[in-house]
């Protein structure tokens, strides 16, 4: 079989084992991309790494104590060492002068330390029935079983309902939370009940993705969703699509390869999709943001071009028939670049013909370039009328600002202006 | 120079937080009138926000207690409206103006119950009463600081209260939504509320206040705005004082004197 048609023969549930890791991957990233949206919301990515590391002891011990891979133990033990992994960086930072961040990594690395030589111990022990308690470094999926998918289903479902129920509380604490304790909000049970939840996600997820790369998993999700959105609930639904996603097909190419570990493959599939989201995203996609920087681009271009020829034909008043390039590069102030894009885009709208070598402005064009220098002229009066600025000190701003007047400001100016003349250096302000 | 009156809308007593050792405000002691403009102006890290955050229970003081008339906030909690410092919060948060405004509501409605028709309705006239009727559906990232504010101001107003404590609304915002905000104050204390403000310009704040206290991590004046807005309590509350207090307080931290703790 080849790689692509392993990878298809995965989402058929040929084998057993593969319906379980397919619902096992589901149900872990889809409640990740729920809860770490308000992990995301709060920019607590780092409390999330913390609470990651530090469910591995747990799960060691609860393997010693249980002496096998029973999830509920081992789901219960990861909860109270993340758990307690919160309590102690609130209660270092709070009561010394360790900043919050130093005491994060300060538990971090004693918490993930303790599970690491707790492991080793196991594994040099020769215990019966340890083997797959290093999948949670760095994850395995496929060691999962139908036991492990029964919990997952279970904690999915309460975590989902505390969630709706909270809903509106979660949210005000994330946004503000001075105003929700202000209003009576019960802020320190709300805080230990999205901790709880977040614990328990992370302890689930870690099965999956190990505890290395768990804190992606809650935070990638939400904030690959912000970016098709300003709405927190259809976030939060994408957030979740978005991570269910990449758990089960970073689980179904781990599975292909056997023997890779889960986590880096979730992530991955998480960050791409992440990276396509901020290219293509309707919000602040970095696409979208450069398609409006090019067309705004291309019409500051165009415009003072086309001003250039006023000044050269003295508003229009002269007729020098047509205008070399030459002249223009030397006369216009515009950089060549800028100039060339300027000739090539007004020549393609029609605004801009060759005439005997050289340029004339069609009717259109003259309209576009008197239009340009009234809305400056009218900008610099305005300027230096109201904000009482030094004639000398108008031009460069009115440069930027006359490509962005509208019609309506343009009206809105004229009027507060009482239908000026002439701009402040005295020159006659052009009408169309 | 501090004025007693009675039947106050809040009183303060011995009230003092400590943030690492270092006092931010110290044995404030104050009543404070009903149905005023109340202004509160001190020099940066003065206390005010401080002092409001504690009347509104977010922080704990570590000394003194707050009555708001006459009882304990718990008991009048829905008769009080904070609005925070506008930069309190990250308005990349994804949410539209509109609802920003509805959380005010919640103060009504608690955690769980729905908002209705009312509610909606009184949302709409407070976004009107703010002029951001038009402004409902925009994701708040995209308004300039003016708006902003105004959105704080419309979440307030939906909250129906009696007491309304804002810090520093008149930060960040243009000539003319300064002088709209302050008729809609007007307009507020006319219907009998008292609204205390945070300010910093001494230019404007006798056009604006009846009442005004002074801070300077210790409580320097508070009373009728005429009696106060005197040059030499001026002096006292940024002046030279300033330089001792501080001196003080930044000693007390460095020596890890003892303040009194609860
Ligand atoms: N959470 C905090 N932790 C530690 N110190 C704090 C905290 N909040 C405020 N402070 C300190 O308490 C003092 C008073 O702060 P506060 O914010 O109340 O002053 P303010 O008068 O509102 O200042 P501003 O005019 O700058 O808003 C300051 O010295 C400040 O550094
Ligand atoms: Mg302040």
Not at chain 1, 266 to 292: D, E, H, P, T, Y
């Amino acid at each position: 079989m080849t790689w692509w048609q392993e990878f298809i023969s995965f989402f058929s549930f040929a084998e057993p084992n593969v319906e379980i890791v397919f619902w096992g991957s589901l149900l872990l990233s889809a409640v990740s991309g729920l809860v770490g949206s308000f992990t995301f919301l709060r920019k607590q990515s780092l409390i999330g790494d913390v609470i990651a590391h530090s469910v591995l002891p747990g799960i060691c011990l609860a393997f010693l104590i249980g002496k096998e891979k029973d999830p509920a133990y081992l789901l219960i033990g990861a909860t109270i060492a993340g758990w307690l992994s919160t309590v102690a960086v609130d209660f270092i930072s709070s009561r010394s002068k360790i900043k919050s961040d130093t005491a994060i990594a300060l538990v971090l690395s004693v918490f993930f330390g303790l599970g690491v030589l707790i492991l080793t111990n196991i594994q040099h022990s020769g215990m019966a029935n340890q083997s797959g308690l290093d999948q949670f470094i760095f994850g395995r999926a496929s060691a999962m079983n139908p036991a492990d998918v029964q919990v997952f289903a279970v904690v999915d479902i309460l975590i989902t309902l505390v969630v709706l129920l909270f809903f509106r509380a979660f949210k005000l604490l994330s946004f503000d939370p001075q105003f929700a304790q202000s209003i009576g909000f019960p802020l320190d049970l709300l805080r230990v009940i999205l901790s709880v939840i977040t614990v328990a996600t992370v302890a689930m997820g870690v099965q999956a993705v190990g505890v290395v790369l768990m804190s992606a998993l809650l935070i990638t999700p939400a904030a690959a969703a912000r970016f098709w959105t300003d709405r927190i609930r259809v976030m939060m639904i994408l957030a979740v699509v978005i991570s269910a996603a990449s758990g089960v097909i970073g689980a179904a190419i781990s599975y292909t390869s056997s023997g890779m570990p889960t986590g880096p493959w979730i992530v991955i599939v998480l960050s791409a999709m992440a990276l396509l989201s901020s290219l293509v995203g309707k919000n602040k996609g970095l696409l979208q943001a450069r398609l409006l920087r090019w067309s705004n681009d291309r019409k500051i271009a165009i415009e003072n071009t086309l001003k250039s020829f006023f000044y050269l034909t003295d508003g229009f008043e002269d007729d020098p028939g047509p205008i070399s390039s030459k002249t223009l590069r030397e006369k216009s102030r515009m950089h060549r670049a800028d100039l060339r894009r300027g000739i090539f885009f007004s020549r393609l709208k029609g605004f801009l013909k060759k005439e005997n070598g050289g340029w004339v402005l069609s009717e259109e064009g003259e309209k576009i370039s008197k239009e340009t220098v009234r809305k400056h002229r009218l900008w610099e009066l305005y300027i230096s009328k109201f904000m009482h600025l030094k004639p000398d000190h108008v031009h460069d701003d009115a440069e930027g600002i006359e490509h962005i007047i509208t019609p309506e400001i343009e009206a809105e100016l004229e009027e507060l202006l009482e239908f000026p003349e002439t701009d402040p250096h005295d020159k006659a302000i052009p009408k169309v | 120079m501090i004025t007693e009156v009675k039947d106050p809308s809040i009183e303060t007593h011995n009230l003092t937080v400590v943030y690492n050792k270092k006092p931010a405000i110290w044995n404030i002691d104050f009543t404070l009138p009903k149905g005023q403009i109340i202004g509160i102006m001190g020099p940066n890290g003065s206390g005010k926000s401080t002092l409001l955050k504690s009347i509104m229970g977010i922080v704990d003081p570590n000394i003194g207690y707050v009555r708001i008339f006459d009882e304990t906030l718990d008991e009048v909690r829905d008769r009080v409206s904070y609005v925070p410092q506008r930069q309190s919060v990250d308005w990349d948060f994804p949410a539209s103006v509109y609802d920003v405004v509805a959380m005010g509501r919640y103060a009504r409605k608690g955690m769980f119950k729905r908002l209705n028709k009312a509610d909606h309705e009184v949302i709409l006239e407070c976004l009107d009463k703010v002029n951001l009727l038009p402004y409902q559906n925009r994701q708040i990232s995209q308004l300039s600081g003016g708006q902003q504010q105004r959105v704080f101001l419309a979440r307030a107003l939906t909250q129906e209260a009696d007491v309304y404590l804002m810090d520093e609304p008149l930060v960040g915002v243009d000539a003319s939504t300064e002088q709209s905000i302050i008729t809609l104050l007007k307009q507020m204390k006319s219907e009998g509320k008292t609204i205390l403000v945070v300010h910093h310009d001494l230019h404007t704040a006798s056009d604006y206040f009846d009442w005004l206290v002074l801070l300077n991590t210790r409580l320097v004046a508070s009373g009728p705005f005429s009696e106060v807005f005197a040059e030499d309590i001026l002096k006292d509350t940024y002046g030279g004082q300033l330089t001792t207090l501080s001196k003080i307080a930044s000693l007390l931290k460095e020596k890890s004197f003892p303040m009194r703790h609860k």
